[in-house]
T-cell receptor, first 116, second 120 residues
Framework: DAKTTQPPSMDCAEGRAANLPCNHS???????VYWYRQIHSQGPQYIIH???NNETNEMASLIITEDRKSSTLILPHATLRDTAVYYC?????????????????FGQGTILTVHP | GAVVSQHPSRVICKSGTSVKIECRSL??????MFWYRQFPKKSLMLMAT?????????EQGVEKDKFLINHASLTLSTLTVTSAHPEDSSFYIC????????????????FGPGTRLTVT
């Protein structure tokens, strides 16, 4: 699976949009971009994923550049409860074959701190 | 989403004993389950992947005789840490993927809340 690069930390004011960047310049055509977050001492929580189109759900929006080499996770109105480590992960499609099928490999992520 | 539970949430055991951690998918059939370990201030490290009814596939460097994984049903996987030592103290997290009872596939991995193991 392709490697991702994220800033180690970011700050955001409560109520403002949090924009978390991720670089995945070596992404392959059959690899999806997944975002998870981990609040302290809890298991990771799935946020969103996408292939090439922008995606939106009740938690966040995912903007993927046209060349797919980078993406941005947007939390439109950050709250204090959004303080967490955010992981951007690239993974082959779940219905693809190969030994890496289905595995999520976590990097160091971005520590997002939302302050009042 | 989908719900994954783990039990216990915390366990303290003495060195040399074995500890079993359960992971359950509550509202879907978990055809594939994953076990991760996370040390303080570190990221999650995948230990093994198991498909229901098959033997687990362990990541390089993970001792399969020490970390026994059983995935005998579509809703339950267990991780047994045998002859635990203080260096096995960690946060163990399971994850699952599979399908709803309706047959709709769940490609995302959903994670349990984790189990904090302390070996004294």
């Amino acid at each position: 699976d392709a490697k991702t690069t994220q800033p180690p930390s970011m700050d955001c004011a409560e109520g403002r949009a949090a924009n978390l960047p991720c670089n995945h310049s070596t992404i392959s055509g059959n690899e999806y971009v997944y975002w998870y977050r981990q609040i302290h001492s809890q298991g990771p929580q799935y946020i969103i994923h996408g292939l090439k189109n922008n995606e939106t759900n009740e938690m966040a929006s995912l903007i993927i550049t046209e060349d797919r080499k980078s993406s941005t996770l947007i939390l439109p109105h950050a709250t204090l409860r959004d303080t967490a480590v955010y992981y951007c992960i690239v993974r082959v499609a779940a219905n693809a074959g190969g030994t890496s099928y289905g595995k999520l490999t976590f990097g160091q992520g971005t520590i997002l701190t939302v302050h009042p | 989403g989908a719900v994954v539970s783990q039990h216990p949430s915390r366990v303290i055991c003495k060195s040399g004993t074995s500890v079993k951690i359960e992971c359950r998918s509550l509202d879907f059939q978990a055809t594939t389950m994953f076990w991760y370990r996370q040390f303080p201030k570190k990221s999650l490290m995948l230990m093994a992947t198991s498909n229901e009814g098959s033997k687990a596939t362990y990541e390089q460097g993970v001792e399969k005789d020490k970390f026994l994984i059983n995935h005998a049903s579509l809703t339950l996987s267990t991780l047994t840490v045998t002859s635990a030592h203080p260096e096995d103290s960690s946060f163990y997290i399971c994850s699952a993927r599979g399908q709803r009872t309706s047959g709709r596939a769940i490609y995302e991995q959903y994670f349990g809340p984790g189990t904090r193991l302390t070996v004294t």
